[in-house]
């Protein structure tokens, strides 16, 4: 069964970090471009950034300078590290995977699979 697990959200005041970890299981995902995305309370699910097999990676430009996305294939593991946090970065986050390079740079949903069930961060004061 092919699954993705995120975790490491939590609450945070605005400037705080935290380190999101969506690990795979049932498949391999060094054979994966791999996004996360967020959804916030009655807006669409947005692509936030994407990492290709090749580490080449992929930023919304909200957040390009403050989040970073990395993965360790030898865990089935991408990270994505989000610093200097700020209200507007409330949401639902979430993994899924493409296989394709333009997909990656892209970031829409449509194009990824094998979500999974999110983990949220809760900017706030």
């Known amino acids: 069964q092919v699954q993705f697990e995120e975790t490491g959200g939590g609450l945070v005041q605005p400037g705080e970090s935290l380190t999101l970890s969506c690990t795979a299981s049932?498949?391999?995902?060094?054979?994966?471009?791999v996004g996360w995305f967020r959804q916030a309370p009655g807006k669409e699910r947005e692509g936030v950034s994407c990492?290709?097999?090749?580490?080449?990676?992929y930023y919304k430009d909200s957040v390009r300078g403050r989040f970073t996305i990395s993965r360790d294939d030898a865990k089935n593991t991408v990270y994505l590290q989000m610093n200097n946090l700020r209200p507007e970065d409330t949401a639902a986050y979430y993994c899924a995977t493409t296989k394709s390079y333009i997909a990656c740079y892209r970031g829409l949903t449509e194009d990824f699979s094998s979500w999974g069930q999110g983990t949220l961060v809760t900017v706030s004061s």
């Open positions: 990492i290709r097999t090749d580490d080449v990676t």
């Open positions: 049932g498949f391999t995902l060094d054979d994966y471009e």
